[in-house]
């Protein structure tokens, strides 16, 4: 059993910040790319943000240089810093992660979703 918990989120006016982080625990003996995705009311679940293993990362064009992520391998936890944030930001972000559990096999797992919303 494993489970990808998020917290932060929350409502932040046009130009501030948030934070997010999501912690993965449970049956897990490694953890591949971890990534955010985001939902916005009407769209399409999209690509964010993704960091691999070894640290390399990719962010969609909507959001490089305003969106930091990383992550801390030995708390299997993975961020998201958004700065610079827009109305167009709003989504629930969600956390995605690919896990092998203890019984070496590998498995993709999401997050429950977290609501950010950037006031104009």
């Known amino acids: 059993q494993v489970q990808l918990v998020e917290s932060g989120g929350g409502t932040v006016q046009t130009g501030g910040s948030l934070g997010l982080s999501c912690a993965a625990s449970?049956?897990?003996?490694?953890?591949?790319?971890m990534a955010w995705y985001r939902q916005a009311p009407g769209l399409e679940r999209e690509l964010v943000a993704a960091?691999?293993?070894?640290?390399?990362?990719d962010y969609a064009d909507s959001v490089k240089g305003r969106f930091t992520i990383s992550r801390d391998n030995a708390k299997n936890t993975v961020y998201l810093l958004m700065n610079s944030l827009k109305p167009e930001d709003t989504a629930v972000y969600y956390c995605?992660?690919?896990?092998?559990?203890?019984?070496?096999?590998?498995?993709?797992?999401w997050g429950q979703g977290t609501q950010v919303t950037v006031s104009s």
């Open positions: 995605n992660a690919d896990i092998q559990t203890t019984s070496w096999a590998y498995y993709n797992y």
């Open positions: 449970g049956s897990i003996r490694s953890i591949n790319t």
């Open positions: 960091i691999a293993s070894g640290g390399g990362t």
